[in-house]
Antibody, heavy 124, light 109 residues
């Protein structure tokens, strides 16, 4: 069964780059999912989709974050990553990595496998 | 951008009650509408996909309906373990991406 686990610094300074990694276990990142994505949730608030990288290598980002976001895959480590540049306090959130079921064959498949989430605080 | 609204923002109901949450899209999204349950401190869990399909392993007291712009999520008989926040989520293919509704917090009366 596919499992996802986020990792990375819990504290980032304003104006710096937030970097998180999602480790995939129970399957190969090259063939186990149609896409790999990131979603975040500020404390006490709702969910926001950040972006996804598809099996083809294509990436799509939330337009509100597009200029600051990069999602990439490292097949040698069975990981995918998120980089968010020029962070401010508004980027403080729990960050989740997620993917659809292995039976997904469309970009419309909803994320159904989630990591436990990791809290990132932006503060000096 | 497609905007999602959910109502109510919160509700209290008794165990055994029928609970209904609505979600409205600002434009036609066909059946690209999913429902998630999130308990405090936990990741969201997919309950309903493509408006009305029950995810594997999800109890049958949960159901969804609708298409186009208006959608409904129902718990037929509220249980104590259903205390959570429920989010609708829509898919947009131009470009591919997802948008979540603001959420509905469900409590036991």
């Amino acid at each position: 069964q596919l499992q996802l686990q986020e990792s990375g610094p819990g504290l980032v300074k304003p104006s710096e780059t937030l970097s998180l990694t999602c480790t995939v276990s129970g399957g190969s990142i090259s063939s186990s999912s149609y896409y790999w994505g990131w979603i975040r949730q500020p404390p006490g608030k709702g969910l926001e989709w950040i972006g996804s990288i598809y099996y083809s290598g294509s990436t799509y980002y939330n337009p509100s974050l597009k200029s600051r976001v990069t999602i990439s895959v490292d097949t040698s480590k069975n990981q995918f990553s998120l980089k968010l540049s020029s962070v401010t306090a508004a980027d403080t959130a729990v960050y989740y990595c997620a993917s659809p079921t292995i039976y997904c064959s469309s970009t419309s498949c909803p994320p159904s496998i989630w990591g436990q989430g990791t809290l990132v605080t932006v503060s000096s | 951008d497609i905007q999602m609204t959910q109502s109510p923002s919160s509700l209290s109901a008794s165990v055994g009650d029928r609970v209904t949450i609505t979600c409205q899209a600002s434009q036609d999204i066909s059946n690209y509408l999913n429902w998630y349950q999130q308990k405090p401190g936990k990741a969201p869990k997919l309950l309903i996909y493509d408006a009305s399909n029950l995810e594997t392993g999800v109890p049958s007291r949960f159901s969804g309906s609708g298409s186009g712009t208006d959608f409904t999520f129902t718990i037929s008989s509220l249980q104590p373990e259903d205390i959570a926040t429920y989010y609708c989520q829509q898919y947009d293919n131009l470009p591919p991406g997802f948008t979540f509704g603001p959420g509905t917090k469900v409590d036991i009366k």
